[in-house]
């Protein structure tokens, strides 16, 4: 059973570079059966994906938050990581990495890590 | 304002059938997209629940069901218990002239009264 663990800052100044890595267990990251995402839940608010990433390197992200996000892979260390720029109190919220399963209609999230919250403020 | 509309709660008595509805638009669940539901109890992560809109994973109960047609999906529970007191996210993907995107819904809070 694959396993996520997120690990990071929690507490992020604003303007600064959010940075996140999740590690992965039970499995490898550089598994056709995967790809890997990031999802962000502000506090007492829905989710939001944030992007993904497949082993080869390939990257997806959510349109709303291209310009500043950046995921990377690291397969020597099964770890995947976040980078977030400039960020704002908005950014403020538990950040997941989770597996995404790939269908031909659509992909799913099926592992997910327990969360870390990160929180921007001086 | 999610891409996907849920209502924001519902409820229902032990032992009784509740449904939560999602609800896209043509470039999304009406694109032919699957459509996928998640159950987070308070303070942990989300749990996949339904995948594929009607597929549940090994250890899930029967007593959960999705289905989706046209531009909306649907999560039943049958035989409401007090453990099923959670939030639910539908989850879908848009694709659309502004860019492609995994999509969630707002998220529906489940009252076991």
């Known amino acids: 059973q694959l396993q996520l663990q997120e690990s990071g800052p929690g507490l992020v100044k604003p303007s600064e570079t959010l940075s996140l890595t999740c590690t992965v267990s039970?499995?490898?990251?550089?598994?056709?059966?995967?790809?890997w995402g990031w999802i962000r839940q502000p506090p007492g608010k829905g989710l939001e994906w944030i992007g993904s990433i497949y082993y080869s390197g390939s990257t997806y992200y959510n349109p709303s938050l291209k310009s500043r996000v950046t995921i990377s892979v690291d397969t020597s260390k099964n770890q995947f990581s976040l980078k977030l720029s400039s960020v704002t109190a908005a950014d403020t919220a538990v950040y997941y990495c989770a597996s995404l399963s790939i269908a031909v209609a659509g992909a799913h999230f099926q592992h997910w890590g327990q969360g870390t919250l990160v929180t921007v403020s001086s | 304002q999610s891409v996907l509309t849920q209502p924001p709660s519902v409820s229902g008595a032990p032992g009784q059938r509740v449904t939560i509805s999602c609800t896209g638009s043509s470039s999304n669940i009406g694109a032919g997209y699957d459509v996928h539901w998640y159950q987070q109890l308070p303070g942990t992560a989300p749990k996949l629940l339904i995948y594929g809109n009607s597929n549940r994973p090994s250890g899930v109960p029967d007593r959960f069901s999705g289905s989706k047609s046209g531009t909306s999906a649907s999560l039943a529970i049958t035989g409401l218990q007090a453990e099923d007191e959670a939030d639910y996210y539908c989850q879908s993907y848009d694709s659309s002239l502004s860019g492609s995107r995994v999509v969630f819904g707002g998220g529906t809070k489940l009252t076991v009264l």
């Open positions: 039970g499995g490898s990251i550089s598994s056709s059966s995967y790809y």
